[in-house]
């Protein structure tokens, strides 16, 4: 497989060139080949003057979803959930000016928020827990629900 791999490479670097001098002067070209589900044979070729984020752009504009499942994708969304999980927990923060830094940010305003709601919860029970009105079921229902949010916050 690989001896196969590097003639198509080869050929497709050599066909690049040629191809390239049909294209108007500010487009980009690459040659992709891959392997449905296999990375044994992913080649990606581009021009000199190729970026491989324009192609991302191209391929979107021509239908690439969202939707589909690729690695791409899934690692993407996984730096995603770990940068909010690492702003939960106020570690690690991405360095200055990196993209994952709004999503750090994210983690530790709604830690910020859920601290502020247990504290304003915990406060409400030290005021009002042992003065609630005998057979005010609404009243305990309500205080349940306060003890009972506490308790999972704080385990």
Known sequence: MPEQREEFREAAIEAISDMAQHLPLDCELL????RPGK????????????NLNNALDALRRQGLSI?????YKSDL??????????GVQNRNAPPAGHWGQRFWD???EERALAEELLAALQAARDLWGDYLPPGNSNA????????????????
Do not use: W, Y
């Open 31 to 34: 040659v992709v080949a891959c």
């Open 39 to 50: 990375k044994d044979f992913d080649l990606v070729l581009p021009s000199p003057e190729a």
């Open 67 to 71: 939707d589909g499942d690729n690695a």
């Open 77 to 86: 969304l996984d730096s995603i959930v770990g940068a909010m999980a690492f």
């Open 106 to 108: 994210i983690g530790r």
């Open 140 to 155: 305990m229902k309500a205080m349940k629900l306060v003890d009972a949010a506490i308790a999972k916050s704080t385990q």
